[in-house]
């Protein structure tokens, strides 16, 4: 597609239960990255991958966070048992490669709320 | 460490007045990338510009300029004549050239301008 994509766009669900984010990168695009916005807390980095490998995870919270690419394109990020103060956007963004000349195009979000 | 500051958490102004939002970055790296994303009330991050560090070159673009200084450590950004769209949340974000991948987002400074 044109740009990235993300779905659900929204997202509800009640504390403890797991939730699967998707994002679909622009076409072509080799980097994908995982961030999340809270009021509080700002942007936050959680995960990227170059490929399907993830050079850099340092910034997923806890275990109950993980994520994962195949086929060079998709990717779901996965939260386990679900916290109140998961609540958040998540948003993914893609890039060409990974290299800094190469700027990243995010998408829309998905909006989770807990319960 | 890196570390992206914007001071100025909300600015006020009336259209067709020049605006200036400060970026301020800390880094040990020698190559890094500088970005500006935009964020609208819908909520997408939207790509304005990209610098690496070997560039000084100050850089115009319609009403919209950067001012890059190593020497203080920022990357200023100018919009001149302010118009009701460019209402917005935006983030300066740095890069390092050792690691690449992922973004450090400073908080956002939030611009609104009224008719």
């Known amino acids: 597609g044109a740009g990235v994509s993300q779905s659900p766009s929204n997202k509800v669900t009640e504390k403890g239960k797991d939730v699967e984010l998707r994002c679909d990168p622009i076409?072509?695009?080799?980097?994908l990255y995982w961030y999340r916005q809270s009021l509080g807390q700002g942007l936050e980095f959680l995960i990227y991958?170059?490929?399907?490998?993830?050079?850099?995870k340092s910034g997923l919270p806890s275990d109950r966070f993980s994520a994962e690419r195949t086929g060079g394109s998709v990717s779901t990020l996965t939260i386990q048992r679900t916290q109140q103060e998961d609540s958040a956007v998540y948003l993914c963004?893609?890039?060409?490669?990974?290299?800094?000349?190469?700027?990243?195009?995010f998408g829309d979000g998905t909006r989770l709320s807990i319960l | 460490a890196q570390k992206v500051t914007q001071a100025q958490t909300e600015i006020s102004v009336v259209e067709k007045e020049d605006v200036t939002l400060d970026c301020v970055y800390e880094?040990?790296?020698?190559?890094?990338?500088l970005f500006w994303y935009k964020q609208p009330p819908s909520g997408e991050l939207v790509f304005l510009i990209r610098?690496?560090?070997?560039?000084?070159q100050n850089e115009i673009s319609g009403r919209y300029s950067w001012n890059f200084q190593k020497s203080t450590s920022s990357f200023n950004f100018t919009i001149t004549a302010s118009q009701v769209v460019d209402s917005a949340v935006y983030f300066c974000?740095?890069?390092?050239?050792?690691?690449?991948?992922?973004?450090?987002f400073g908080r956002g400074t939030q611009l609104t301008v009224w008719p």
């Open positions: 963004a893609s890039s060409l490669s990974d290299r800094g000349n190469q700027p990243q195009h």
């Open positions: 076409s072509g695009h080799t980097a």
């Open positions: 991958f170059q490929g399907n490998s993830a050079p850099d």
């Open positions: 880094t040990r790296d020698t190559t890094y990338y």
């Open positions: 610098r690496n560090s070997f560039d000084e």
């Open positions: 974000a740095l890069q390092r050239g050792s690691t690449l991948g992922r973004l450090y």
